[in-house]
């Protein structure tokens, strides 16, 4: 790692941003981060040069830094990471890279965080440690957290525009605060308060936000892709059992799982709910925001937990 890292900082200092010297320089990780900035800058973007690493719908869990993802790293003056044990590669990346001038915002630092679970029913294999689950932003109320924190991070970069940015955060907290007033809503209003989930579990913030029961096949940062004979049989005895309006895949599934626990269990629909963690150039350019995606998330909650 210390030698690849020693090659590819070599090969940064051939890069140059001349262009980007007068925009301040903000780096995001992941979508989640990169949405946050932009909500909060709105109305000011040219004064700002935001790059998000993984924008091709890379899975944060498989992401690899590259030469040019360090350079930026090197040079930016606010990076905003998620943070946990995805992000492992930027503790080598930071200490190669030596930029004391950065401002560096983690957001599960700032979560009010929930411990990994072993789920019902998965073999000892699949069974996850007690670490702090890290999709944190999988919570509206940690989002508002987050959002507090770039704003200060960017008032403090821009003071000229603060009362602007100010505006902007608290205009996208009240954002956040009506639709996890809807989730709250929608759920008391529900028929079922379980949902199933034939794939990875990135949700548990989302669940625990709102008193809500699962069965899962997979931990939310499990690298398993085929569930074992017992995982199967009882996520579709609790399908049959529960009967709920859907089974539920996250938005990178192949859908193999869930179609035959779906079939099995007599359920006729499998729908998506969206992680947020999967956001490429494209989806953004085309309109997707965290609140979109959280909003068809809900949507989606809702076909699930009232079966017809």
Same mark, same amino acid.
């Given at each position: 790692?210390?030698? &690849?890292?020693?090659?590819?900082?070599?090969?940064?200092?051939?890069? =140059?941003?001349?262009?980007?010297?007068?925009? +301040?320089?903000?780096?995001?990780?992941?979508?989640?981060?990169?949405?946050?900035?932009?909500? #909060?800058?709105?109305?000011?973007?040219?004064?700002?040069?935001?790059?998000?690493?993984?924008?091709?719908?890379?899975? /944060?869990?498989?992401?690899?830094?590259?030469?040019?993802? $360090?350079?930026?790293?090197?040079?930016?003056?606010?990076?905003?990471?998620?943070?946990?044990? =995805?992000?492992?590669?930027?503790?080598?990346?930071?200490?190669?890279?030596?930029?004391?001038?950065?401002?560096?915002? &983690?957001?599960?630092?700032?979560?009010?965080?929930? @411990?990994?679970?072993?789920?019902?029913?998965?073999?000892?294999?699949?069974?996850?440690?007690?670490?702090?689950?890290?999709? +944190?932003?999988? *919570? /509206?109320?940690?989002?508002?957290?987050?959002? %507090?924190?770039?704003?200060?991070?960017? $008032?403090?970069? %821009?003071?000229?525009?603060?009362?602007?940015?100010?505006?902007?955060?608290? @205009?996208?907290?009240?954002?956040?605060?009506?639709?996890?007033?809807?989730?709250?809503?929608? #759920?008391?209003?529900?028929?079922?308060?379980? #949902?199933?989930?034939?794939?990875?579990?990135?949700?548990?913030?989302?669940? &625990? %936000?709102?008193?809500?029961?699962?069965?899962?096949?997979? *931990?939310?940062?499990?690298?398993?892709?085929?569930? =074992?004979?017992?995982?199967?049989?009882?996520?579709?005895?609790?399908?049959?059992? +529960?009967?709920?309006?859907?089974?539920? !895949?996250?938005?990178?599934?192949?859908?193999?799982?869930?179609?035959?626990?779906? @079939? =099995?269990?007599?359920?006729?629909? !499998?729908?998506?709910?969206?992680?947020?963690?999967?956001?490429?150039?494209?989806?953004?350019?085309?309109?997707?925001?965290?609140?979109?995606?959280?909003?068809?998330?809900?949507? +989606?909650?809702?076909?699930?937990?009232?079966?017809?």
């Amino acid at each position: 790692m210390k030698k &690849r890292l020693a090659i590819l900082l070599m090969m940064m200092m051939l890069f =140059s941003f001349p262009a980007l010297a007068e925009k +301040v320089s903000i780096l995001c990780a992941a979508f989640p981060q990169y949405d946050t900035v932009m909500r #909060v800058i709105a109305g000011h973007e040219e004064q700002f040069d935001v790059q998000l690493l993984m924008h091709s719908g890379v899975d /944060l869990h498989n992401y690899q830094p590259s030469a040019m993802d $360090i350079a930026r790293v090197a040079s930016c003056q606010l990076m905003v990471v998620n943070g946990g044990e =995805s992000d492992t590669w930027l503790d080598h990346v930071l200490g190669a890279a030596r930029n004391n001038n950065m401002k560096l915002i &983690r957001f599960i630092d700032l979560a009010a965080t929930h @411990q990994e679970e072993a789920l019902p029913g998965l073999t000892e294999a699949e069974e996850e440690d007690d670490a702090a689950d890290e999709h +944190v932003w999988l *919570s /509206l109320n940690n989002m508002k957290r987050f959002s %507090d924190a770039v704003c200060g991070a960017v $008032i403090a970069l %821009d003071a000229a525009n603060a009362a602007d940015y100010k505006a902007n955060c608290d @205009q996208y907290i009240e954002a956040l605060t009506a639709l996890d007033a809807e989730y709250a809503q929608m #759920v008391a209003a529900a028929k079922l308060n379980t #949902v199933i989930v034939a794939d990875r579990f990135p949700f548990l913030y989302l669940m &625990r %936000d709102y008193g809500l029961n699962y069965y899962a096949a997979f *931990s939310g940062c499990s690298a398993e892709s085929e569930a =074992s004979f017992e995982t199967m049989a009882l996520l579709i005895r609790k399908t049959a059992e +529960v009967h709920p309006g859907a089974v539920l !895949v996250t938005e990178t599934s192949d859908r193999r799982l869930a179609d035959t626990v779906a @079939q =099995s269990a007599g359920i006729s629909q !499998v729908l998506t709910l969206n992680a947020v963690q999967s956001v490429t150039d494209n989806d953004i350019q085309n309109g997707v925001t965290y609140l979109t995606l959280m909003k068809e998330n809900l949507s +989606v909650l809702r076909q699930a937990l009232n079966p017809d």
